[in-house]
């Protein structure tokens, strides 16, 4: 099933598409065909279209599904021939894989929930349970456990590019937030805060006052670019940011750029970054107001797209994950393709 919005924007969101003008966005409801075992299932990531020569296909998408308490992992492809790959278990005995990034190599990052630790760090709605960040490379039997900073209590990864650079999170065993970066072969990752000097990398704490790992996520090009949200002091709002690391080790020497400045009770996060500079995201708000050029704030919240000039166009009623160079992305069990 399908339908299609038009948003109004001045955006150079692909060089297969016009720089400014009205834009058509096709969105799809997956058939009950791509739903692993007829479990719910979420959608939270795209690699890039296939051309075949006369038209652009849909990028493979990954996602989870659930069925009997159980989180399993999945790659959709849609051409030439659909088919659905599930992911090789977690080595945990409770089953709960989350992919969050997939390249155009076929390689999938994301993280898999451990079993209960009875000494947990008492944190609301946290429900005692460690996270690991993996890899999995096309066609492999397993996942592979990205190795995590010494004083590392949750690794969360987020994103990949072609190169293998692998963006994420950990949080200490006080709860800070530190962002990562892995380059192959993975001996270890490269924690960095205070990214292009704007804040705590990716510290959200003040907005959820729980621990969620969807709200704490980082995105790689495959320029070396990195984009995520930090919080500003105080916590009333998120700031959207991009910073071009390049061959370099991140840190707060690097100049970063804010696409999105901070608004009053506003929070915007980043959930993917394309080749072209794009940046796609969710809105939302904790209070009500109104943000600065965008729809009125909502409990519902909208998504998306800004390029790094800071011009923003919004999407109502919609929330993405993941964009690849065709402007493709994904909603939930939806995906949603730019008109060619």
Request: hydrophobic content about 35%; proline content about 7%.
């Amino acid at each position: 099933m399908g339908r299609s919005v038009s948003v109004d924007l001045d955006l150079v969101d692909a060089t297969i598409v016009p720089s400014s003008g009205t834009k058509s966005y096709t969105l799809t409801t997956l058939t009950p065909l791509n739903s692993p075992n007829g479990g719910y299932f979420y959608l939270n990531g795209i690699a890039n279209g296939v051309n075949d020569g006369t038209s652009m296909h849909m990028g493979n998408v990954i996602g989870s599904y659930f069925v009997d308490d159980a989180l399993t992992g999945f790659i959709e492809s849609f051409y030439p021939n659909p088919s659905v790959t599930i992911l090789p278990n977690s080595p945990e005995v409770y089953q709960w894989v989350t992919p969050t990034g997939i390249n155009n190599l076929g390689q999938v990052v994301g993280y898999y929930q451990q079993d209960f630790d009875p000494n947990a760090p008492n944190i609301p709605n946290y429900g005692g349970n460690k996270f690991s960040g993996f890899l999995y490379n096309k066609g492999a039997a397993s996942l592979i456990t990205l190795p995590a900073p010494s004083d590392a209590y949750v690794t969360l990864a987020y994103s990949i590019n072609d190169a293998g650079w692998i963006a994420g999170v950990y949080f200490d065993t006080n709860f800070t937030s530190h962002c990562l970066l892995y380059k192959p072969p993975y001996n270890a990752p490269i924690s960095f805060d205070f990214i292009g000097g704007i804040a705590n990398c990716s510290d959200l704490s003040a907005f959820k006052g729980i621990f969620d790992p969807g709200y704490y996520t980082l995105s790689i090009n495959g320029l070396g670019q990195i984009a995520g949200t930090v919080e500003t002091t105080g916590g009333s709002s998120g700031v959207a940011f991009v910073d071009d690391i390049e061959g370099d080790e991140p840190g707060a020497s690097n100049a970063a750029t804010v696409v999105i400045p901070a608004a009053a009770n506003s929070f915007y996060f980043v959930t993917g970054l394309n080749n072209n500079g794009l940046v796609a995201g969710d809105f939302e708000c904790p209070l009500a107001g109104f943000s600065a050029g965008g729809p009125p704030c909502t409990l519902s919240g909208y998504a998306f797209l800004v390029d790094q000039n800071g011009v923003m166009a919004p999407f109502v009623g919609m929330g993405f994950n993941g964009i690849n160079d065709e402007v493709q992305m994904t909603d939930g069990n939806i995906t949603i393709d730019s008109q060619h």
